[in-house]
């Protein structure tokens, strides 16, 4: 898609979110999960799952003629939600749920289901405030052990198949696995979020984006135990803008090209974005394998490091415990990969990293006002000293302020 049409992208996106909560905050046929059997009050002990699922029910299949229906959670309330599957298409539209205030707890211990909350084949959704707690320590602390019977890691909130869809002021804390997951769906708008879990949590990313396009996360705090955003393959047209990140493991592209399906990962803009101790910054990680591939079309733009190990990081020879690792290299294409006024401290004395596939070198990589600076543990900030920069196979220019100095070949 043209940087234009990826531009109008975004702003549809943005304009979606304003209309859908101008509509669930306008006269509507409202379902509220209380009156089909939901209890709120005792803690979190009942489960409500199947009051959700008829609330929901009830407001997709309304009259499409009518009002806009909007599901109500009531605020105040804890939730017990084993698991739900809300699934479109709806008679009624557009269909609002509102959570502002109310809190969904999933079950301990961990019930080892994959999907927790699940919309579905739905179009004109909007999903308003609300705090979804996937209490998953006790998953955590099994997989820490390294325990044979640990059940698969839950994900929180799934968005599959779908379109239009906004998700505005939503709390996820302590997901088992990846605590929002969008995937073959388009349009989708995640504003204003806050994504929480302890560095040490595994595999918790915070956004996980999969074979969508047109999807918009602005004005979002994540802190989890890897990826804040990841994107992997068939992601398209995607807006990352005004992500505060950390702790995690960065703003990832990838890893990509573990198995033989061809993927494609185009038009990525991440900026405004600040992160703070985070295991890597920027990074773009694909398997050191001969699948093919590309990414392409990738802007990252004011963007402010402190503290982040591998701020700027292309890893192509990505093989984790350097076992049976192929020679050739990786089969991705990496092109049209732009860094601009990016600053800050690095956690490690390398700062940029573009560490190319051999078979497939890196393309047009441009770098402008990049500016990062190394401070070692425990250092104060008047102690930073230069930065170092790794290339290997990688092509590309360097404008403006470049610290530390480019090593990119045209």
Not at 229 to 243: H, Y
Not at 381 to 410: I, K, M, W, Y
Request: glycine share 10%; with cysteine.
């Amino acid at each position: 898609m043209p940087r234009r049409a990826h531009a109008h992208a975004a702003v549809a996106a943005h304009l979606l979110v304003s209309a859908f909560v101008a509509a669930a905050a306008a006269a509507a046929a409202t379902y509220n999960v209380i009156d089909y059997g939901a209890v709120g009050d005792d803690g979190g002990v009942t489960d409500s799952a199947r009051a959700f699922e008829a609330a929901w029910a009830a407001a997709c299949a309304g009259d499409a003629a009518a009002a806009a229906a909007t599901v109500v959670v009531p605020a105040g309330g804890v939730y017990l939600v084993s698991r739900a599957r809300f699934a479109g298409p709806c008679r009624s539209g557009a269909v609002a749920v509102n959570m502002t205030g109310a809190t969904v707890v999933a079950p301990v211990p961990y019930a080892g289901v994959q999907l927790w909350i699940v919309f579905q084949d739905v179009d004109g959704v909007s999903v308003a405030g609300g705090t979804l707690d996937g209490r998953g320590r006790a998953l955590w602390a099994c997989r820490r052990a390294r325990r044979p019977d640990c059940p698969p890691a839950t994900r929180s909130l799934t968005i599959y198949r779908s379109r239009n869809v906004a998700v505005r002021g939503l709390t996820s804390r302590d997901s088992a696995g990846i605590h929002i997951t969008v995937q073959a769906s388009a349009g989708v708008a995640i504003v204003d979020t806050v994504v929480s879990a302890p560095g040490r949590s595994p595999n918790t990313d915070g956004i996980h984006i999969k074979q969508s396009t047109g999807v918009t996360v602005r004005n979002a705090v994540i802190g989890t135990g890897d990826d804040c955003v990841s994107m992997v393959e068939g992601s398209s047209d995607v807006l990352i803008e005004a992500v505060t990140c950390g702790p995690g493991h960065g703003i990832s592209i990838g890893s990509l090209g573990d198995t033989p399906e061809q993927v494609a990962v185009r038009n990525i803009t991440v900026k405004g974005s600040a992160l703070a101790g985070t295991t890597n910054g920027l990074r773009i990680k694909t398997w050191a394998k001969a699948n093919a591939g590309a990414v392409a079309g990738v802007s990252f733009s004011g963007v402010v490091m402190r503290n982040v190990s591998n701020p700027i990081i292309v890893d192509q020879n990505y093989c984790p415990g350097n076992a049976s690792c192929p020679t050739e290299g990786s089969g991705i294409e990496i092109s049209g990969v732009s860094y601009t006024d990016i600053e800050g401290t690095s956690a490690t004395a390398t700062a940029v990293r573009f560490d190319c596939s051999p078979s497939r070198p890196c393309a047009g990589i441009a770098m402008r006002d990049v500016r990062l600076r190394y401070q070692p543990p425990a250092a104060a900030a008047a102690e930073e000293q230069p930065a170092a920069s790794f290339c290997r196979n990688a092509h590309g220019v360097a404008f403006g302020d470049v610290d530390p100095p480019s090593c990119l070949t045209e």
